[in-house]
């Protein structure tokens, strides 16, 4: 029974210490794993902090070519008075806006019908915008049966300051910036743009005119006569005014197809010029 006893106590002991070389073994093994993990973070670090930097600068780098919409100034702020009044591809937007007292000195009444008939007082244009409004009224009559109605042409700064204040007035100046120029910033002034409209939707000028097989056809269509759709669908935030499908403006027929064929805004092509 002693040496069974004995040989147990052993085997006990041998198992217990066998146990404890295990942990123990374990243990450092673990510890050697851990340190050896956390090391190379330590050393690394420095590194890919300084990687880090580098790509910061890399990218504050590429950031001044690329990124240079963004630093653009907001509607209204930072206002550039243009020079080129005259010019066909003038800008006038909500940062660039016409002299008060820029007139073109070539307005002329185009021979279209109009709204209510009383084309004397509303829809001048410069001759050559003019000359093609009276193409492309025709070109829809001739190829589509359709018959489009001249609005809203030339403004003068006086009239949209009027204009611009009853809006304010009536809707409050927030709801009047996405619809209404105030005065100097209005295409109106430069004699290259007019509102158009069809009996389809009463003569009004309506987001549904876009609709209509007259508004689809202006879609479509005004770039051949060298107009573009000035305020697009899903571009506000650009332009700044909610979609118009009446708003056309006179840029030429090359910058207007090509402005059409990519889906521009004008001052996209602009911008690429
Ligand atoms: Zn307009």
């Known amino acids: 029974m002693k040496w069974t006893q004995l040989i147990q106590k052993k085997v006990k002991l041998k198992f217990i210490v066998g146990l404890l070389l295990m942990v123990s073994v374990f243990s450092i093994s673990n510890y050697l794993t851990i340190s050896g993990k956390s090391d190379p973070v330590l050393l690394d670090e420095p590194l890919a902090v300084e990687h880090e930097q580098r790509q910061e600068l890399e990218e504050n780098e590429n950031q001044s070519i690329v990124s240079e919409p963004e630093d653009k100034p907001g509607f209204y702020e930072n206002v550039v008075t243009v020079a080129n009044g005259d010019a066909t591809l003038v800008l006038v937007n909500k940062n660039y806006a016409l002299d008060p007292s820029y007139e073109p000195s070539d307005l002329v009444l185009p021979n279209v019908l109009t709204v209510g008939g009383n084309r004397n007082q ?152």
């Open 122 to 273: 509303t829809v001048y244009l410069r001759e050559e915008a003019a000359f093609y409004l009276e193409q492309l009224f025709m070109a829809a009559h001739e190829e589509a049966g359709l018959e489009f109605l001249a609005r809203s042409g030339y403004r003068s700064y006086d009239t949209q300051v009027a204009l611009y204040q009853r809006y304010v007035s009536e809707n409050g100046q927030e709801a009047a910036d996405r619809f209404s120029a105030r005065a100097g910033h209005s295409e109106h002034q430069t004699g290259l743009a007019i509102d158009v409209t069809a009996d389809s939707v009463g003569g009004d000028l309506s987001i549904l005119f876009g609709e209509t097989p007259e508004g689809i056809w202006l879609k479509e269509n005004a770039h051949r006569f060298g107009y573009i759709i000035r305020y697009l669908e899903g571009r506000e935030s650009e332009t700044g005014y909610q979609y118009e499908p009446w708003h056309i403006r006179y840029v030429g027929i090359e910058a207007a197809t090509e402005i059409y064929e990519n889906g521009w805004i004008l001052e996209q092509y602009l911008e690429g010029q």
